[in-house]
């Protein structure tokens, strides 16, 4: 099976194709984003491609469309989700890849998370 192919076992694919209930925060054609079940932060969820994509080591030359319009998206939600703009507010972007860099879902996704301190740890 290719890393493309969506996996029966992987539970963002269902929560994305909505047979695992989640709290939506943004669904089109290719991505879904929905809050992260154990928040580290006030306002904190992930975004995910749609199709399975393991992780960013799997990313390819053909996967930059994808993962620029997540990118773009990510302000946009976070601003919608209740973070406060730059330079005041923000938010941080975070990838987890494989298991050195804490991947715990073999699906790529982004988590977003923002709103006021103390939760940022350093």
Avoid at 59 to 75: D, K
Wanted: hydrophobic residues 40%; glycine residues 10%.
């Amino acid at each position: 099976m290719s890393t493309l192919d969506k996996l029966d076992n992987c539970i963002f694919c269902k929560i994305a194709q909505g047979l695992i209930p989640s709290r939506k925060v943004y669904e089109d054609d290719e991505i879904f984003a929905f809050d992260d079940i154990h928040p580290l932060a006030p306002v904190h969820f992930l975004i995910i491609p749609k199709m399975h994509l393991v992780s960013m080591a799997h990313v390819g030359p053909e996967h930059g469309a994808l993962l620029g319009r997540i990118l773009l998206l990510a302000p946009q939600l976070a601003l919608a989700q209740g973070c406060r703009p730059y330079p005041e507010g923000g938010f941080r972007i975070l990838t987890n890849t494989g298991a050195e860099g804490g991947q715990e879902v073999q699906h790529l996704h982004i988590h977003v998370m923002g709103g006021p301190r103390p939760w940022l740890k350093r």
